[in-house]
């Protein structure tokens, strides 16, 4: 039983393209993130969504758009990928924000722009 | 401003050595101090977390100190072994705040040798 879950693992795509990254968990948790984590392996908090709100939006730019439909989705597209976005993309969640401290994450989507 | 600060970067043991992992933090605010830990290709998985008003906890072989006067908190992992090799993050987060953000250290790479 996967309990939070990204599609897809692995991402090349060209500089300027549009790509999503979808993510789901089945915890039936009420806060969800979207983490990058760079070559140097630090981790980054980029966005949260607590009940489908928008909660943090990190200095991230405009092109990076998340998208929760449900409280068990969190999606992320990212509009004109330049060679700076390459990175591992993690999504987590968390029974809500008052337990932020304890954070399951997905597997990571590794994104390579060209 | 980086408010978690992690050190080693890297740290070589020995099988059934001690490995000791510390961090610093700036902000009195946090109150729980969580410790992940990372295999690769993996998401990052919480291994032990601590509150400040707890000065020690020990889950098998990993313990967690904590100084709250001098705002470090340390990991040690007894009788290392080469499975614990991986990557390790401390982090700090405030969930009395409305944004559950959690905070992480720059990473550990642990590895142990047989």
């Known amino acids: 039983d996967t309990a939070v879950s990204q599609t897809p693992k692995y991402l090349v795509t060209q500089m300027g393209n549009d790509k999503s990254i979808k993510c789901e968990q089945n915890l039936g948790h009420d806060t969800m993130y979207w983490y990058k984590q760079d070559s140097k392996k630090f981790l980054k908090i980029m966005f949260s969504?607590?009940?489908?709100?928008?909660?943090i939006n990190e200095t991230v730019p405009n092109r990076f758009s998340p998208k929760s439909p449900d409280k068990a989705h969190l999606n992320l597209h990212i509009n004109s990928l330049e060679l700076g976005d390459s990175a591992v993309y993690f999504c987590?969640?968390?029974?809500?924000?008052?337990?932020?401290?304890?954070?399951?994450f997905g597997p990571g989507t590794r994104l390579t722009v060209t | 401003q980086q408010q978690v600060k992690q050190s080693p970067q890297s740290l070589i043991v020995q099988k059934g050595g001690i490995s000791i992992i510390n961090c610093a933090y700036e902000?009195?605010?946090?109150?729980?101090f969580p410790w992940y830990q990372q295999f690769p290709g993996k998401g990052p998985a919480l291994l032990i977390a601590i509150r400040p008003d707890v000065s020690e906890k020990k889950e098998g072989r990993f313990t967690i100190s904590f100084n709250k006067s001098a705002k470090q908190f340390s990991l040690h992992i007894m009788d290392s072994q080469p499975g614990d090799s991986a990557t390790y993050f401390c982090?700090?987060?405030?969930?009395?705040?409305?944004?559950?953000?959690?905070?992480f250290g720059q990473g550990t790479t642990l590895q142990v040798k047989p």
């Open positions: 902000n009195t605010a946090f109150d729980y």
């Open positions: 982090a700090a987060s405030r969930g009395s705040s409305n944004t559950g953000k959690l905070i």
């Open positions: 969504y607590n009940n489908k709100e928008l909660i």
């Open positions: 987590a969640s968390s029974q809500g924000l008052a337990t932020s401290y304890e954070q399951y």
